[in-house]
């Protein structure tokens, strides 16, 4: 077992080990640790999703079964489907109007040269026989002796009933669409419509021949229209999938195309680097550092500022990087994300912590092969983690908050599995959360184990801390409880009092209790020559001088900080020692110095604490609380006028004497505090009722009716104590 001594040497060289080993520019802090976690993160991901490489050809026999170490799109099955899809997407055609049109207009212009042809009765039919045919053949127009003699013989008006009633035979067909393919098709039911007109032989042939030369195919290829229905099909085409897990070949089948294929999108081939792959996990960390560091820069520029702080988050966002690509060799469900969340809350701050919760939990899922399932659980048992230490007490509550993180995975667990369809009481799901509670508790043992040493390395005061050194068997409590009792009940109400000022203008309450408790532990150097220690005995400032009783006086502060450090107490209470008097004035010597020797001999600076004044608001707060408990505790009566004049009184001449202007409490602030000290102090110093002497109460008859002090001696003396241990607790 350590010594306190032990412990504290270790602390210290823990401390300096690292403040020498931690950059101390913030940027140069920041650039390095981006660059670690990038690096890292880069060779996890880089060894989970492009594993070791196979070296294999077309025809090759397989030498083993390689499975799918990640879902990916099967390019090739899902390219020769699509293809597959749009083949069965025919060909697109319209009806050209213009085409329709013209085929109406061949019918008139034939009749045209019918009517033409017979302009002269008195020609012979031969001649007009022959001008018709002669007029016809440009237009392809081949007509039988019948065709000819039906139209040469026929009147004007029963022309004029044929070209209509062909019109609408040759309009009824081509409205249908008529495409080359089936052109003969269109003619011959053109033919059909003929037929069935109540016409001669003649007449029905002469429309025929008429009809084969106005129908022709008016259906045209529309390229855009096939092309947006073929694109239509394949994207109606869902992707196929090569599953994680998959088989993708059997060792001794041959390897093919396709298999190649798949093995190369998996990064599994020798025969390119994985550069897809490897970009795509390059950009994804940079945008996940970016996320933290626009936190950072948004809500918490203070970590920004603190090489140190900046230092410990990367350091705890590297350590559970790789905690989990160990734990994702298990399962995904392993991952202790909620250690890493719940020190970054504890050492950091919860805010924070929360957001890191998001960008953790991307990072498993993409170590995890990209199964969503795996990210929701890191993610849930992440915040749960966060929750459950916000209002940490002390180390023992981390084992609960290991049950709250175990219940969390477990029911983000059984949430996931039953979108993927199994069932709340199968056995997968039973194993899935086995890991879950293991990764709850796994998660609270890492984070008992690494606190202390974290909080050491990198000197972080956490509210455990606190706690601890509050303890009242502390070495150094103890000492001024033993050999200062005075002292050590002064600094218990002057911790009261900065407790509740700190809880009012929003300071850091735990921190300064502590620094309360600890500011005058340098009184145990020399403790009868303060009067919290007198007693009402010998004052020995009457035997020496004014300017010798100030450098006692002052040098408390200065042997505080020398056992606070010796000790191994944090900076910051450290700090506190250090800053609680500022550069103030001992007013008391001060005074007695300018009576006994002369104003103009006294130097004022000799009798000033020859410390920093305070810098926070915490440091400033212990300050007035040690100020106002001393000058309350002198007034012989203290009604609660006079306790808040005497408290007012103190903070003006504080700042009056330029005590506050480097911390940043404002105005505000300090008539809150004002107001906090006068009711706190007016409970403490309240007016106690005045008891008779225990002699007057002998003799006097009781309630029975026989005196106290009869021939039972014990009553009285029963009564006497009862009656001192009653005046003390007033």
């Not at 991901?45 to 499975?67: C, F, M």
């Not at 019109?167 to 249908?176: D, E, N, R």
């Not at 450090?565 to 450290?574: D, F, I, N, T």
Request: net charge neutral; with cysteine; glycine share 8%.
């Amino acid at each position: 077992m350590l010594t306190a001594a032990g412990r504290s040497g270790w602390m210290k060289s823990l401390r300096s080990y690292a403040g020498g080993r931690l950059p101390r520019d913030p940027r140069w802090a920041a650039a390095v640790w981006a660059i670690a976690v990038f690096v890292a993160g880069s060779l996890f991901l880089s060894a989970s999703l492009t594993p070791g490489r196979l070296d294999l050809q077309v025809g090759q026999v397989a030498p083993e079964d390689i499975q799918a170490t990640r879902t990916i799109a099967d390019r090739v099955a899902t390219e020769r489907a699509r293809r597959a899809a749009a083949a069965q997407v025919p060909d697109q055609y319209e009806i050209d109007p213009r085409i329709t049109a013209a085929a109406e207009t061949t019918v008139s212009t034939v009749f045209s040269l019918i009517r033409a042809a017979n302009a002269d009765p008195r020609e012979s039919y031969s001649t007009r026989a022959t001008r018709l045919l002669e007029s016809c053949a440009p237009y392809g127009l081949v007509l039988t002796e019948g065709s000819v003699s039906a139209a040469l013989n026929a009147a004007p008006e029963t022309l004029d009933a044929l070209e209509s009633q062909l019109k609408s035979v040759v309009l009824a067909t081509m409205q249908t669409g008529v495409k080359q393919e089936y052109l003969a098709a269109a003619r011959t039911q053109a033919g059909i419509g003929i037929s069935e007109l109540d016409l001669t032989y003649g007449q029905k042939t002469l429309l025929r021949a008429i009809a084969d030369v106005a129908i022709v195919p008016n259906m045209v290829f529309n390229a855009a229209d096939t092309q947006a229905k073929r694109e239509e099909a394949m994207a109606a085409v869902p992707v196929i999938q090569v599953l994680k897990g998959q088989m993708v070949v059997r060792a001794g089948d041959l390897v093919t195309e396709d298999h190649l294929a798949i093995l190369r999108d998996l990064g599994l081939l020798r025969d390119r680097p994985a550069w897809g792959a490897l970009f795509g996990i390059f950009l994804i960390l940079v945008l996940l550092e970016l996320a933290v560091f626009v936190y950072l820069v948004l809500f918490d520029r203070e970590i920004l500022r603190s090489p140190r702080r900046l230092s410990l988050l990367g350091l705890l966002i590297l350590l559970t990087m790789g905690l989990a690509a160990g734990a994702n060799s298990f399962s995904g469900f392993l991952i202790p994300v909620a250690a890493g969340t719940m020190l970054i809350a504890i050492l950091l701050n919860p805010g924070l912590a929360t957001s890191v919760s998001f960008v953790l939990a991307f990072f498993v899922g993409l170590l995890a092969g990209g199964d969503l399932r795996f990210a929701v659980v890191a993610l849930m048992g992440g915040l749960a983690g966060v929750f459950s230490v916000t209002r940490l007490g002390q180390r023992a509550e981390l084992m609960r908050a290991g049950l709250i993180v175990a219940g969390a995975n477990a029911a983000a667990i059984i949430g996931v599995d039953a979108l993927a369809g199994q069932g709340v009481f199968e056995l997968a799901t039973f194993r899935d959360m086995l890991w879950g509670l293991g990764n709850g508790m796994g998660s609270a043992v890492l984070t008992i184990g690494l606190l202390p040493f974290l909080e050491s390395f990198f000197g972080v005061l956490t509210a455990v801390n606190l706690l601890e050194l509050a303890n009242p068997n502390r070495p150094l409590l103890h000492k001024l409880l033993m050999e200062a009792p005075g002292t050590y009940h002064h600094s218990i109400i002057v911790g009261n009092l900065a407790e509740a000022a700190a809880v009012e203008i929003g300071g850091n309450t735990a921190l300064v209790r502590v620094g309360a408790l600890y500011h005058d532990i340098g009184k145990t150097k020399r403790p009868y020559f303060f009067i919290d220690n007198q007693f009402g005995g010998e004052n020995p400032h009457d035997k020496i001088s004014p300017s010798l009783s100030a450098l006692i006086i002052t040098s408390h502060v200065r042997d505080g900080v020398a056992m606070a450090q010796e000790a191994g107490l944090p900076q910051e209470v450290v700090d506190l020692i250090h800053q609680h008097h500022g550069n103030s004035l001992v007013s008391y010597f001060y005074t007695r110095a300018t009576e006994n020797g002369g104003a103009e001999q006294v130097i004022e600076d000799d009798f000033r604490y020859d410390c920093p004044r305070p810098q926070t608001r915490e440091a400033a707060i212990l300050m007035l609380a040690d100020s106002c408990e001393a000058a309350v505790r002198s007034l012989t009566k203290a009604p609660p006028g006079r306790i808040e004049a005497v408290v007012r009184k103190i903070i003006k001449d504080r700042l009056d004497d330029g005590q506050l202007e480097q911390s940043p409490l404002t105005f505000k602030d300090l008539d809150r505090i004002a107001t906090v000290f006068t009711k706190i102090l007016a409970g403490t110093f309240h007016k106690r009722i005045e008891y008779p002497d225990s002699l007057e109460l002998r003799g006097r008859p009781a309630r029975n009716g026989k005196p106290v002090n009869g021939k039972n001696g014990t009553k009285a003396r029963g009564g006497e104590a009862n009656g001192c241990r009653a005046k003390k607790a007033l």
